[in-house]
């Protein structure tokens, strides 16, 4: 005869069998579809001319779990006209966001590559008076090197600030049945005056959204920024 402990443990099995089941993604969700990040951004803006490179701080290329979670990096040097600055961008998209592949956050892969970070904070990008792209800021030292770093990661919809959110954000997609894509966007400049240049890549990244297409704006910060920028 089938005890009722049997049953309960029975029942238990079954509902998180079935909640297992209900938290599978099913259902892929990318905001940057058939397109290339590298034909949605533009080479030049304003008084900013970019050019591609292939040496900087990124995830290696081949060989790696890296080389399965992005399925394109673009890597650009734009230089300022008049005063001679020069910010380093690297965009990185994964078209599936699950556990085992995930956006790698330059808190973490800075350190890996032998930097020490002295700064670590939420910051804003300003687009507007009443937007903004909600980003962290970093300072990363290796020798004489310092380097002014400023990000943000999309998850599907989602701009999670730290890795804590984007775990939380993950769970949401799955809740909802989606296997989203991520983009990574991080702009960099070296020198020594972090708080200057935390300031110039601001200006720097709000004048590249706003030069953007939309299909560009949706792909690096969401449909609803994107939509409400224009």
Sequence with gaps: MTSRRSLLIGGACLAAAGAAYALTPRRRYSLVGDATLSSLVPMSFGPWSGRDVSDLVAPPAEGSLEARLYQETVERIYRHETTGAEVMMLLAH?????????????????????????????????????????????????????????????????????????????????????????????????????????????????????????????????????????
Excluded: K
């Design 94 to 230: 994964g078209g599936a966001q699950t556990n085992d592949l995930q956006l790698h956050r330059p808190e973490v892969c800075y350190p890996a590559f032998g930097f020490r970070l002295s700064a670590s904070g939420p910051f804003e990008v300003p687009l507007t008076q009443r937007l903004a792209v909600p980003s962290r800021h970093l300072i990363a030292q290796a020798g004489d090197r310092r380097e002014a770093i400023l990000y943000w990661t999309r998850l599907g919809e989602y701009l999670p600030v730290d890795g804590a959110e984007q775990r939380v954000d993950r769970v949401r997609l799955a809740m909802q049945g989606l296997v989203a894509d991520g983009v990574l966007s991080r702009f960099s400049i070296i020198g020594q005056d972090a708080e200057t240049n935390t300031g110039v890549l601001s200006g720097f990244a709000s004048g590249l959204l706003r030069a953007s297409s939309h299909a560009g704006r949706r792909a690096l910060i969401g449909s609803a920024l994107a939509n409400a920028l224009g």
